[in-house]
């Protein structure tokens, strides 16, 4: 890892983040995430939920099960254009089917969920990393929910809310805000499964890119809210 990924975010502070996870928890209760019957579904939907609303990711699933192949050697051995069609639904399909056929191809060679649990956690984020096409929000998915590793998941809903609360800047790298998140925490799988949701579920119900700031329950102690112009400034895209 860089040197500027393991530069400390002054604002993420165990205590504030303890705090963001109570509130909207007492706000939306318990989310029990990740939405899935299996490890490898886990897996599947971490790639299929890329640049789409979940709902997409449910009815792709649906296709994939009543097809036979929500299986990882059935999606290997499958025709490119048969993976294609029964995931269209979740957009950009064609490049969704090469890298689930990708990520299969490790998951078989890794020995299976069975074979990656024998694998420390940064070996196998390695690993996985490698995968052409796998990013480090899907690997992150994939270790937290599919292998109750404790690692946090940063995404756009992650940034936007971090940003608008006051807490960074916005120009902060993926992987330093995942130490940071993971260093004020500590090894917590429970805390960074039950964030992440609750995080998610704010994004997608209240603080969207037009935030509705009257019915979020973090509005008194948000500087977005606060009329704050860094904070309602659109954070850069980031940098690794």
Not at 22 to 45: I, K, N
Not at 102 to 114: D, K, M, S, T
Not at 185 to 200: C, K, R, S, Y
Request: aromatic share 6%; glycine share 8%; with cysteine.
């Amino acid at each position: 890892m860089s040197a500027a990924a393991l530069r400390p975010v002054a604002g993420l502070t165990r205590q504030r983040l303890r705090w963001l996870l109570q509130a909207l928890l007492a706000h939306h209760g318990p989310q029990h995430w990740w939405p899935a019957d299996t490890g490898f579904e886990v897996l599947v939907g971490a790639v299929l939920t890329q640049n789409t609303a979940w709902r997409n990711v449910e009815q792709a699933l649906s296709r994939l099960r009543e097809a036979g192949l929500l299986d990882p050697v059935a999606l290997v051995e499958a025709e490119p254009e048969t993976v294609a069609e029964a995931i269209r639904p979740t957009g950009y399909f064609n490049v969704k089917a090469r890298r689930l056929r990708n990520l299969c191809l490790a998951y078989l060679q890794e020995g299976c969920l069975e074979g990656m649990q024998l694998q420390g956690t940064e070996a196998l984020r390695e690993r996985l990393l490698a995968v052409t096409g796998i990013g480090r929000e899907t690997v992150d998915d994939i270790l937290l929910y599919a292998l109750d590793r404790p690692v946090f998941v940063v995404d756009a809903y992650t940034r936007r809310l971090f940003q608008r609360l006051g807490w960074i800047g916005g120009q902060e790298g993926y992987e330093q805000l995942r130490a940071a998140v993971e260093a004020a925490l500590g090894p917590d799988t429970e805390a960074f499964n039950e964030l992440h949701a609750q995080v998610v579920a704010l994004g997608k119900d209240t603080c969207r890119p037009t935030p509705r700031c009257e019915a979020c329950p973090l509005s008194g102690a948000c500087a977005y809210a606060g009329g704050d112009p860094a904070a309602a400034a659109p954070a850069p895209a980031p940098g690794s």
